[in-house]
């Protein structure tokens, strides 16, 4: 498999996980942003969005 260069696009895969991480397994932002090597804006950015998409399906289902 090969390498993605430095400075390539994030996949979603990894921005969702980075929002899980945070989310899901208590982990601080600073310390997934570590873990998965993305910086913390990436990271609190992801969390941010995967909160409010919650937020709206927790509302929608109400």
Same mark, same amino acid.
């Given at each position: ?16 996980? *980075? ?7 208590? %982990? #601080? &932002? +600073?310390? *997934? ?7 913390? %804006? #990436? &990271? +609190? ?9 919650? %937020? ?7």
């Amino acid at each position: 498999m090969t390498q993605i260069p430095a400075r390539a696009r994030i996949t979603g895969r990894l921005r969702q996980a *980075a929002g899980h991480r945070v989310r899901d397994a208590g %982990s #601080t &932002v +600073i310390q *997934a942003a570590r873990d998965l090597h993305l910086s913390w %804006s #990436t &990271v +609190i950015g992801r969390m941010q969005k995967t909160i409010a998409s919650t %937020s709206l399906k927790c509302r929608a289902g109400a």
